[in-house]
């Protein structure tokens, strides 16, 4: 655990072998880190892996009064580092964490970033938020309805959604621990205020967007184009705007990759960070 000014903060930090480059993993929405667990073990084979719970989610606090804005996501990102001492680190991120990623991008072009980023991989993100079709319990939460929705929803709801969003089912013991790590402390009452981070990929969109076709970073667009949330339009707008950005696909697979075929993803992502490595 990390003390940061807002709440604690549950890292998993797996140490590799020395000369490389960290990877750094920024995971979405309603979930946690623990989305990684099976593929971190053959990324961490060739270097550094830290993974880490935003605020709100899984093992980390869950406080009330928190905004839960992805800039201050982005502030508890920097903190981890620093807390950590990671001064140059590859990054990957995931749904939610794809507009994190943005805006330490935004940062960065900005000079505001002071750890160095060496290469990027988005996966199954709604970047481009007006190509997005949220789900309907997204829809709800972002409702006046929201808190009420919140408040009633059930590991059999909760179920139901997100094996709606995957093209292959998921196990028993990786809807079991999502659900555990969503409805600890409270973090089921939490989602209204999360979401609002829909919100800020509109408002911030020049900001962000902006940084990806500005950037002069290896960048890996990986996509499972079986999502029915972040659509494959999404991916393919990505790879056209980036400068060099290279997309590889998963026909079979949907919205969270990494749990539908962890060996299949790790192997893509770890290809990539040797390239870039040279």
């Not at 990324?43 to 201050?72: C, H, I, N, Q, T």
């Not at 940062?107 to 481009?128: D, K, W």
Request: net charge negative.
């Amino acid at each position: 655990m990390i003390d940061t000014l807002d709440g604690s903060v549950f890292v998993h930090d797996t140490p590799g072998p020395d000369g490389a480059t960290p990877l750094v993993i920024l995971h979405g929405f309603p979930t946690s880190s623990h989305d990684f667990a099976a593929v971190i073990p053959a990324l961490a084979e060739g270097r550094r892996v830290v993974a880490f719970d935003f605020l709100g989610f899984g093992y980390s606090a869950k406080p009330a009064g928190f905004s839960y804005s992805l800039v201050e996501q982005c502030d508890v990102t920097l903190a981890v580092l620093r807390a950590l001492g990671v001064g140059e680190f590859h990054l990957w991120a995931h749904d939610m964490g794809t507009s994190v990623a943005t805006e330490l991008l935004a940062r960065r072009e900005r000079g505001l970033l002071s750890p160095t980023v060496r290469s990027l991989a988005l996966m199954n993100g709604s970047v481009h938020v007006e190509l997005a079709h949220p789900t309907l319990g997204q829809h709800v939460l972002r409702s006046p309805l929201g808190p009420l929705f919140a408040r009633l929803n059930t590991r059999k709801t909760f179920v139901a959604q997100m094996r709606a969003i995957m093209a292959k089912p998921p196990s028993p013991d990786d809807l079991d621990a999502m659900w555990e790590l969503v409805s600890r402390d409270d973090g089921a009452l939490r989602l209204p205020a999360i979401i609002g981070y829909i919100a800020e990929r509109k408002r911030f969109w020049h900001r962000w967007i902006g940084a990806l076709t500005r950037l002069d970073l290896p960048t890996l667009v990986a996509w499972g184009l079986r999502d029915p949330v972040a659509v494959p339009a999404i991916a393919e707008q990505l790879a056209r705007e980036i400068p060099g950005a290279r997309l590889v696909t998963w026909g079979d697979l949907g919205h969270y990759p990494q749990v539908e075929d962890p060996a299949r993803v790790a192997a893509v992502v770890g290809e990539f960070l040797r390239e870039v490595e040279g």
